[in-house]
């Protein structure tokens, strides 16, 4: 099972913001921490392109992601 979970670090222990399903108490896991302060980055360029820019941008990511395409 793999999830994605908010969580808060407090008091030097990972505090789930709702309730995780399908983990029995005690049950020991293994996380990857991805830090919130590089979504707060992301959020504040949103929106900041005029739609010739977002389609300059968006052309690009398309020609990229078709020269890989097949690796995956």
Do not use: C
Request: aromatic share 6%.
């Amino acid at each position: 099972m793999v999830q994605t979970i908010e969580v808060i670090y407090e008091d030097n222990v990972l505090k789930p913001v709702n309730p995780i399903k399908g983990l029995a108490e005690h049950e020991k896991i293994s996380i990857i921490i991805y830090p919130g302060k590089s979504k707060d980055k992301l959020r504040k360029i949103a929106g900041t392109l005029d739609k010739e820019e977002a389609d300059r941008m968006q052309k690009l990511i398309d020609e990229e992601f078709g020269k890989i395409e097949g690796e995956w």
